[in-house]
């Protein structure tokens, strides 16, 4: 992966040149694509650190690009949106998008996105490091080639749920507010939307909990948060 290295996708080119200037007066380089399906082809090619994407793309719209994106890599994706409902809906989608920004926006606000993504993306891939396999009895978290298994068994999880599984299971026994986990693992504070978090926890738990009516590794914190709990082996 190119460290610097920002794609910038939006056919809007005053838009992207403009995006391109503020990164590269903060020592970032950027590569430009006009279209979605440019754009995929780029990302594929120079393998950057951050996706910046419109939503309307001509050939293939932000949407399905961030999705093609986020299936391949784990790297920031940030959306820049013309309406704030459209940017609400994304990130609700769960198609793997971080952060974003509605236009017209201030780009100096989307670099400062930008870096604090990077930030938090640097700050998870150093703590996996020292620690590639997570492992409890019966459960197993690959850090490295983003596998879970539960007992014996293969569970499909997607990045955001894969994120929030591994930064709770890095953290054991430490209890997180959700307002916290929204924070450290989708990189952006949201007021009001901890929901995300709940709905997330509940995927989670029928994904990996033996019972999820009884679980045993994400325990509720009445009044608090959560915390993921289990003997290490
Ligand atoms: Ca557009």
Same mark, same amino acid.
């Given at each position: 992966?190119?460290?610097?290295?920002?794609? #910038? =996708?939006?056919?809007? !080119?005053?838009?992207?040149?403009?995006?391109?200037?503020?990164?590269?007066?903060?020592?970032?380089?950027?590569?430009?694509?006009?279209? %979605?399906?440019? %754009?995929?082809?780029?990302?594929?090619?120079?393998?950057?650190?951050?996706?910046?994407?419109? *939503?309307?793309?001509?050939?293939?719209?932000?949407?399905?690009?961030?999705?093609?994106?986020?299936?391949?890599?784990?790297?920031?994706?940030?959306?820049?949106?013309?309406?704030?409902?459209?940017?609400? @809906?994304?990130? %609700?989608? %769960?198609?793997?998008?971080?952060?974003?920004?509605?236009?017209?926006?201030?780009?100096?606000?989307? =670099?400062?996105?930008? @870096?604090?993504?990077?930030?938090?993306?640097?700050?998870?891939?150093?703590? @996996?490091?020292?620690?590639?396999?997570? !492992?409890?009895?019966?459960?197993? #978290?690959?850090?490295?080639?983003?596998?879970?298994?539960?007992?014996?068994?293969? *569970?499909?999880?997607?990045?955001?749920?894969?994120?929030?599984?591994?930064?709770?299971?890095?953290?054991?026994?430490? *209890?997180?507010?959700?307002?916290?986990?929204?924070?450290?693992?989708?990189?952006?504070?949201?007021?009001?939307?901890?929901?995300? #978090?709940?709905?997330?926890?509940? @995927?989670?738990?029928?994904? #990996?909990?033996?019972?999820?009516?009884?679980?045993?590794?994400?325990?509720? =914190?009445?009044?608090?948060?959560?915390?993921?709990?289990?003997?290490? !082996?």
């Amino acid at each position: 992966m190119e460290e610097d290295l920002i794609l #910038i =996708v939006e056919d809007e !080119r005053e838009i992207a040149e403009l995006v391109r200037d503020y990164l590269e007066a903060e020592g970032f380089r950027s590569i430009l694509a006009f279209d %979605g399906l440019d %754009g995929l082809n780029q990302f594929i090619e120079h393998q950057p650190a951050v996706a910046v994407l419109d *939503v309307m793309l001509p050939k293939m719209d932000g949407i399905e690009l961030c999705r093609r994106i986020r299936a391949e890599s784990n790297i920031p994706i940030m959306i820049m949106s013309a309406k704030k409902s459209d940017t609400d @809906k994304i990130i %609700g989608l %769960g198609i793997g998008a971080d952060d974003y920004v509605t236009k017209p926006f201030s780009p100096g606000e989307l =670099v400062a996105r930008i @870096k604090a993504q990077l930030r938090r993306f640097k700050h998870l891939s150093v703590q @996996k490091e020292p620690e590639n396999i997570i !492992r409890f009895p019966g459960f197993e #978290i690959n850090l490295k080639e983003y596998t879970v298994f539960s007992s014996g068994n293969q *569970v499909e999880l997607s990045a955001k749920e894969f994120q929030l599984l591994a930064f709770m299971a890095s953290n054991k026994g430490q *209890v997180f507010t959700k307002e916290q986990l929204l924070e450290n693992v989708w990189g952006y504070q949201h007021v009001g939307d901890t929901n995300t #978090i709940t709905v997330y926890v509940r @995927k989670l738990r029928e994904k #990996i909990e033996p019972d999820p009516s009884e679980p045993q590794y994400i325990k509720t =914190v009445w009044g608090i948060g959560y915390k993921f709990d289990g003997e290490s !082996r």
